[in-house]
C-alpha cells in the first residue's frame, strides 16, 4: 500500500497559522484540507455595549494589513444603521485610503511573500544581498502606499482619523501633490512588477468555480454598491447571509461559504473577472500585456490580478488626487447620525476579497456584531482546488508536491487572523 | 554577544500590525539588516532558526492553554525576549473579554460549539514567562522599535517614556483636543508616540499603557472624563479598550497570573 502524508505545520509566508494537511492512501485522497488553527479572537464580544463611535478603532485591530477596510466597512455598516449621509470629499479620501491598503498589501504579498518561491529563495531577506534594487524597489513602492494612507489618516496599521460620517483631520494642498509626484513616479516601478511577474512561470492549474465581488458603482468598486457574481446574479449588500450560507466545519475555527455552487473565490482574480470593464484603461493596458482577460480560472494568477490592481490604484488615486487639488479639501465635521439605533450592513474590497460587516445598534450602543471576512470565504475553494491539484501532480516527489500546495495556498493571499470569528451574535440584555 | 545577534520573531494572539510595522521600518532603515541576523520571522520568511536565537520579539497575547508551552521555550532559548506591542505587552484589545464571564463569551460566539475551541481569558507575555523590555503601542511606533533595537545592538536595555503623553502633544504644539469637543486618555497615557492620534485629530485612547509609577491619578481622569459628557458607562467602555488587564491587575483581578508584577 502506498501512502503519501503532508503536514505542513503553521505555513509560512502567509498572514496568520494554518496548516495544510493531506493524506493520499493507493492514489485516494481521504484528506485534503487547510486547517485554520488561528485562536478564535472573538470581536463580536469585543463590541457589546461599545459606543458606535468606538466600533470602526476596535475592529481594524482585527488584522495588521486590512485594517483600512475592516475601519471602513465598520463605518459603512454604523451608518447605515443610523442614517447617515456622507459628503463626496469623505467618500473621496476613502476611496485614496482604501487604495492605499491595496497597494500596500498586494507588493508585500507579490514581492515578500509569493516571489521567494519563484527566486528559489526562502524570503526576501536573502534577496536584499543577491537582488537589492527589487528589495528597495518594493520597500520604496510600499512605503508610496502606506505614505498615502498616513497622509489623510495618521497611518495605514491603524488608521487614526477615520471616523462615523468622515475624518478629523484632512490633508494640505502641498501634500496632496507631493504625494501625487511619487505616485506618478511609481509608473515605472509597477512596470518593473509587471515585467517580473511577466517572466515568472506559474503553474498551469484551472479549476471553474464562481466568482463573487462587489460592482455596479459605475466603477472598479472597493466600497458599497451590489454583491455580483460571475454566474450573473447580482445581491444587494444588506442580502450578503444569501450569499455567503457559513457553515462550520470541523477541521477550520472559521466558517466555510458557499453560493450557487459548493464553494466560491474572492479576491483580486474575482474583481478582475466581475469588474474588467471599469478597469482604468492604465491597467487594462497591463492585463492585455500580461494575456489576461475574463474569465481568468487559475487560482495561481490570483496575484498577477494584483499587479493589475496595483496599476489601477496607482492611477485611480492619481486622479482622484487631481479632482481633490482642483476642488479643493476643505475642513468639515462628520456627517451626523439621524437617529441613535438600527441595522446597518457594510461591504468593502479589501485587498483579499469582500468583507461585511453587520451590527446592530440601540441607544447608541452596539448589541449585536457579524463579520464574513473574505479569506474566510476562500477556504472551501482553496480544500476544492487542492483536492484537484493532488492527484494531477501524485507522480512527483514529496517535497515537490507540498511546495505546491504551498504556493497554491499562498497564491489566495490567505488573512487567517482575520478569518477567525464567525457567528452572528445577538446580545439579549439580562 | 558577538557578532550580529540572531533576531527571531513569533506571534500569538494578534493581527500582525506590529510584525508588519518592523518590515515597513526597512522602508527608512535598510540597514536594519546588515546589524541582526533574522533567523526566524514566519510571516516573512520560509527559514526557520537551525541554532537558537539571541533575540526573540514575540507579538500577540497568550489567549490559550494550548500556546504557553511555546512561550515558555522561546523563553528558554532566547537570551532577551520582547513583547512587541500592545497584545504582547498588556493583552490588548484581546482582553476587552476578560470583564465578562469567559463561558458567556464562547457561547455568544460558537453557542452549541462553544467547547470545540480552546480558549481561556487573554494576557501579556509576561502572565506566562519573564520578559526583559517590551515595546508599546497599537502598533508600535517604527521609530521607537528602531531605538530599542539600537539600545539593544548595545548591550542595554530599551529606554520608555516614563511621563504622560500630554507633555508630547504641548511640545507638538497641538491644540488639546479637549478644546475641540473631544476627550482624551493622554493624562494618564505612557508618551512615546508623539502624541499620533491628537495630532490627527482623535482623542488617546491609551494603547501603551497607563503612567508607570504609582502616580497616575485614574480617579481623576474619570472625572476630567465625566466634567466633559462621557457616561460612566461610556467611560468604561473607553478604558477597556486597551487597558482592560492592566486596570483589573490595579484592582487585583487579572486572570491567573503565573508570576509575581
Not at chain 1, 320 to 339: C, M, Q, S
Not at chain 2, 190 to 201: L, M, Q, S, T, V
Request: proline content about 5%; overall charge negative.
Amino acid at each position: 500500500m502506498s501512502r503519501l502524508k503532508i503536514n505542513v505545520h503553521h505555513l509560512t509566508r502567509v498572514e496568520g497559522h494554518g496548516n495544510i494537511v493531506v493524506d493520499v492512501q493507493d492514489g485516494n485522497l481521504k484528506q485534503c484540507e487547510l486547517q485554520i488553527v488561528e485562536t478564535p479572537r472573538f470581536f463580536e464580544a469585543m463590541l457589546r455595549d461599545k459606543p458606535y463611535g468606538d466600533a470602526s478603532h476596535i475592529v481594524s485591530r482585527i488584522c495588521g494589513i486590512c485594517a483600512v477596510g475592516h475601519a471602513t466597512a465598520s463605518l459603512r455598516a454604523t451608518e447605515n444603521a443610523l442614517g447617515v449621509e456622507l459628503s463626496e470629499q469623505t467618500v473621496l479620501l476613502r476611496k485614496l485610503m482604501m487604495h492605499g491598503e491595496i497597494m500596500d498589501s498586494h507588493i508585500l504579498h507579490a514581492y515578500m511573500l509569493v516571489a521567494p518561491d519563484f527566486l528559489g529563495v526562502g524570503s526576501v531577506i536573502p534577496l536584499a544581498k543577491s537582488a537589492p534594487d527589487v528589495v528597495l524597489r518594493a520597500l520604496r513602492m510600499k512605503k508610496v502606499a502606506g505614505d498615502l494612507c498616513a497622509m489623510i489618516a495618521g497611518r495605514h496599521t491603524h488608521p487614526i482619523a477615520m471616523t462615523v460620517g468622515g475624518f478629523t483631520h484632512f490633508p494640505r494642498e502641498d501634500e496632496l501633490l507631493a504625494l501625487r509626484e511619487r505616485l506618478v513616479a511609481m509608473r515605472a516601478d509597477n512596470q518593473a512588477t509587471l515585467d517580473l511577474f511577466a517572466s515568472l512561470e506559474l503553474p498551469d492549474f484551472v479549476r471553474d468555480t464562481e466568482y463573487i465581488a462587489l460592482s455596479g458603482t459605475g466603477e472598479y468598486t472597493f466600497i458599497d454598491g451590489v454583491i455580483a457574481s460571475t454566474d450573473g446574479v447580482t445581491k444587494p449588500i444588506a442580502d450578503y447571509r444569501t450569499v455567503t450560507n457559513e457553515i462550520v466545519v470541523p477541521h477550520s475555527s472559521a466558517k466555510h461559504t458557499a453560493h450557487l455552487r459548493e464553494s466560491y473565490m474572492v479576491g483580486a482574480l474575482a474583481r478582475f473577472n466581475v469588474n474588467y470593464d471599469v478597469l482604468h484603461p492604465k491597467a487594462r493596458e497591463a492585463a492585455d500585456a500580461l494575456g489576461l482577460t475574463p474569465k481568468v480560472i487559475n487560482p495561481f494568477l490570483n496575484t498577477v490580478a494584483q499587479v493589475v490592481e496595483i496599476v489601477h490604484c496607482t492611477e485611480d488615486a492619481i486622479d482622484i488626487i487631481d479632482y481633490l487639488v482642483d476642488k479643493g479639501v476643505f475642513w468639515e465635521e462628520p456627517a451626523e447620525p439621524t437617529r441613535d439605533y438600527g441595522t446597518g450592513s457594510g461591504g468593502v474590497e479589501v485587498p483579499r476579497g469582500v468583507l461585511f460587516h453587520e451590527y446592530t445598534i440601540e441607544a447608541g450602543k452596539i448589541v449585536g456584531a457579524n463579520c464574513v471576512i473574505p479569506t474566510g470565504q476562500n477556504l472551501g475553494n482553496i480544500d476544492r482546488d487542492m483536492r484537484k491539484l493532488v492527484p494531477e501532480i501524485l507522480d512527483q516527489p514529496k517535497e515537490d508536491i507540498t511546495h505546491s500546495l504551498e504556493m497554491l495556498v499562498r497564491a489566495y493571499d490567505p488573512c487567517i487572523s482575520c478569518s477567525t470569528h464567525i457567528l452572528n451574535v445577538e446580545f439579549v440584555n439580562e | 554577544m558577538s557578532g550580529k545577534p540572531k533576531v527571531a520573531f513569533f506571534e500569538f494572539t494578534s493581527c500582525e500590525g506590529c510584525q508588519l510595522t518592523v518590515v515597513d521600518t526597512l522602508q527608512n532603515h535598510p540597514d536594519l539588516l546588515n546589524v541582526i541576523d533574522i533567523v526566524e520571522f514566519r510571516e516573512a520568511s520560509s527559514d526557520k532558526a537551525q541554532d537558537g536565537y539571541d533575540i526573540a520579539f514575540i507579538e500577540g497575547s497568550c489567549t490559550r492553554p494550548g500556546d504557553e508551552a511555546k512561550i515558555k521555550e522561546i523563553r528558554e532559548t532566547a537570551s532577551i525576549v520582547v513583547a512587541l506591542g500592545a497584545c504582547a505587552h498588556l493583552g490588548g484589545v484581546n482582553a476587552i473579554r476578560n470583564r465578562m464571564p469567559l463561558q458567556d463569551v464562547r457561547e455568544y460566539v460558537y453557542q452549541e460549539k462553544a467547547d470545540w475551541f480552546d480558549t481561556y481569558e487573554p494576557r501579556p507575555i509576561e502572565a506566562v514567562v519573564e520578559v526583559d523590555a517590551f515595546i508599546p503601542g497599537c502598533p508600535i511606533d517604527r521609530e521607537e522599535f528602531v531605538k530599542a533595537v539600537k539600545h539593544l545592538l548595545q548591550g542595554r536595555m530599551p529606554k520608555l517614556a516614563d511621563y504622560p503623553m500630554c507633555i508630547e502633544c504641548k511640545l507638538a504644539g497641538n491644540v488639546c483636543v479637549y478644546k475641540r469637543g473631544k476627550t482624551c486618555l493622554g493624562p494618564v497615557t505612557r508618551a512615546g508616540c508623539d502624541a499620533i492620534c491628537p495630532a490627527y485629530g482623535y482623542g488617546c485612547e491609551g494603547c501603551r499603557g497607563l503612567v508607570p509609577g504609582q502616580n497616575v491619578n485614574l480617579e481623576s481622569m474619570k472625572d476630567v472624563l465625566r466634567e466633559n459628557g462621557m457616561s460612566d458607562e461610556d467611560i468604561d467602555a473607553k478604558l477597556s479598550i486597551f487597558l482592560t488587564y492592566q486596570l483589573m491587575e490595579l484592582e487585583g483581578k487579572a486572570p491567573n497570573v503565573t508570576l509575581e508584577n
